[in-house]
């Protein structure tokens, strides 16, 4: 690999900022290393009643497997019982499988100085993943374009706050819906050089994405290691398709980790009561994680979770309310029982606008995913209209608050240097700290600093504009863009990841389906 490749991007940004002048954060790293506790909620006697009633739904009401003849096979042999489509598992069975999961891995990025753990005290933000619509300020709401992909993956690369590049962070609906897969995978890897994530809508789609990764780090590397994740999910209630299944065993045969995440509304696609909507959760996603082992032992495996609640007056989904946000803290709970890695919650809203709205509701669901254990939290910026859009606004404000749930999961850090008893002889009664040694030796770590919020005083503000936070961040993901440089990409890698694309478009015809 390119030697070039080597250079850590957040050593890059420090460089920079030292060269103008600006404070210089300690912050910038590869992924968050969690250093306060998890917010463990249930008790043992109803995290034990809530398994009892997973293991009842798996063993007496069952999962239907559908189009996948294959999966049904592999139950089969395990010691499932198979009635049709229905597949019943032995109380039990699905825990013993899924003790050969790894309860923490690396995903490799191409820069390796960017290498993510998934799992432990390990804390990875992605973006937002599946939007068919992008919004910003200046054009409004419209489909997604291989453009608008793009820059999304540029904004994620140049943030210090984001850790992984993510998947589908909009749909590119100007691409044919069957090649569509191979312009996004090349575009992560051409456009940052951090993990990634590849197509889940056809096994052949998920086989694609791996190959591309073959020819990005070797055949050999990437079958020793997970350098790619592929996310998908149940369709609730108590059913597998052939789609989501093929794919997830294609990522698991080639040793790459799948995100195993039923999607439940509560009151739709699951009890309208949050205790059953989590039982319920338990039982599709143990079976999903399950079916990876049985696939390939010791494949890595994401325990994923996406609780959400409805308007009961409407039908409509509601996302960033608080019911879902309390579960994600026993899903935490339960998933650690697995010692299997979490993927939960994120910054959820079903505001139109990057608003207030958009704000509060995110701030309600990302809490509870730092809160409960999540190690690898998807829709971690730029998620809003329910997830039909990626606002460019929003996303750089997601991104700044990221930021500052990097120095929240520090903790409070208890040494001689932080007692600051030095400065307390120093300076004093009645004195103030501004001047004094601690101070000047800690400044520039001490305070998380957001580079979007307004801290002047408010004739200052006024003066520059009287300027709101969305629209500094449309300033803001312009002024990021237009100074987007590409991370170097070996050309010998990159041509051949070109010729593998030219190739596999030219060999089927395109499909708008």
Known sequence: MDQALAENPGTRRQRSARRGGAIVSPLVVPYIRRNIPTYDILSEENLERIEAVADRILAEIGIEFR??????????????EIAGLRVRFPKGMLREILSSAPATFTQHARNPANNVEIGGN?????????????????????YGTIDDFRNLIKLAQSSPWLHHSGGTICEPVDVPVNKRH???????????????????????????????????????????NCVILGNVNVNSPLVWDGTMTKALRAYARANQAAVIVPFILGGAMGP??????????????????ALTQLERR???????NFLSSMSLRSGSPTFGTPEPAIGSMVIGQLARRLKLPLRCAGNFSNSKLPDA??????????????????????????????????????????????????????????????????????????????????????YQTAFWDSSLSDNEPFEKWSEAGSTDMATRANA??????????????????????????????????????
């Not at 309208?272 to 999903?288: D, F, P, R, W, Y």
Request: net charge negative; glycine share 8%.
């Open 67 to 80: 189009d996948d003849p294959a999966a049904l096979e592999l139950w089969r042999k395990a010691g499932a």
């Open 298 to 304: 010791g494949a890595p495996v994401i325990f994923g």
């Open 122 to 142: 390990a804390v990875v933000f992605s973006p937002a993943y599946g939007s068919p619509f992008v919004m910003d300020l200046d054009k409004g709401r419209r």
């Open 357 to 442: 709205q958009a704000m509060q509701e995110g701030v309600m669901s990302m809490m509870s995913a730092v809160h409960c254990g999540a190690n690898f939290i998807l829709h971690s910026a730029g998620f809003v209209d329910g997830l039909l859009a990626m606002s460019y606004e929003k996303f750089v404000m997601d991104a700044d608050f990221c930021g500052a749930l990097h120095s929240y999961l520090a903790g409070v850090v208890v040494d001689d240097n932080t007692l600051a008893m030095d400065a307390f002889e120093e300076v004093g009664p009645g004195n103030h700290f501004l001047g004094s040694a601690h101070t000047m030796r800690n």
């Open 476 to 513: 803001r993901w312009k002024k990021t863009l237009a100074e987007y440089e590409a991370p170097p990409l070996d050309i010998a890698i990159d041509e051949a990841l070109l010729d593998y694309v030219e190739r596999t478009k030219r060999a089927k015809p395109d499909a708008w389906y």
């Open 272 to 289: 309208v009561t949050n205790a059953g909507a989590i039982a319920q959760s338990l039982a599709e996603t143990m079976a999903g994680c």
């Open 182 to 224: 191979l312009d996004m995978v090349y575009s992560h890897i051409k456009y940052s050089d951090r993990a990634f994530m590849g197509s889940v809508t056809a096994e052949e789609r998920a086989e694609e994405s791996i190959q591309m990764a073959r020819i990005l780090f070797g055949t050999d590397f990437v079958d020793r």
